[in-house]
């Protein structure tokens, strides 16, 4: 099963259409993942268009979106549990309040809000963010995720200096 990962798209103020080089990836998706900080239902509206679309909301978004997602969610997909959340608040890394959402450690626990691609495993969980297609910030490239569930789980980034 191939999952694309998503956060932090922040459209339409960080882009008004998602960059080509993720439309390729979304197109052979069997499931599509966004971890908050979409800001509108528009960008849902873009994704459903790939494929199933998964998600939380996250701190900047507006009540549509906070009233279509939840705050945190796990789900289950090829055997794996997936745990996601934004993973913004007060105190601790980003890394360790997403970890810390969860009482129940889930295989995988994908989070955003930093805009930094990380990918480790902490206490045999595996922390995925896919930092941001569109809003890179100081970051020297735009990136998403890749999730693939079989007998091996496997986890990349798609990083990429222009997202038009």
């Not at 080509?20 to 994704?47: C, F, Q, R, S, T």
């Not at 129940?104 to 896919?130: Q, T």
């Amino acid at each position: 099963m191939k999952i694309i990962v998503v956060s932090d798209t922040h459209m339409p103020n960080r882009g008004k259409e998602l960059p080509p080089v993720l439309i390729k990836e979304l197109k052979k998706a069997d499931m599509i993942i966004h971890a908050g900080d979409w800001n509108n239902l528009e960008v849902y509206e873009m994704l459903k268009e790939y494929g199933r679309v998964e998600g939380v909301y996250g701190n900047t978004d507006e009540q549509e979106i906070r009233d279509a997602f939840p705050g945190k969610k796990v789900l289950q997909a090829e055997g794996y549990t997936i745990g996601i959340v934004h993973g913004d608040g007060n105190g601790k890394t980003t890394e360790k309040r997403a970890f810390g959402a969860f009482e129940e450690k889930p295989d995988v626990i994908i989070f955003g809000h930093s805009h930094i691609p990380y990918v480790r495993f902490d206490h045999r969980v595996l922390l995925f963010n896919p930092g941001s297609a569109t809003d890179k910030r100081k970051q020297p490239y735009y990136s998403f995720g890749i999730l693939e569930l079989g007998d091996d789980l496997r986890a990349q980034h798609i990083l990429y200096k222009n997202k038009e």
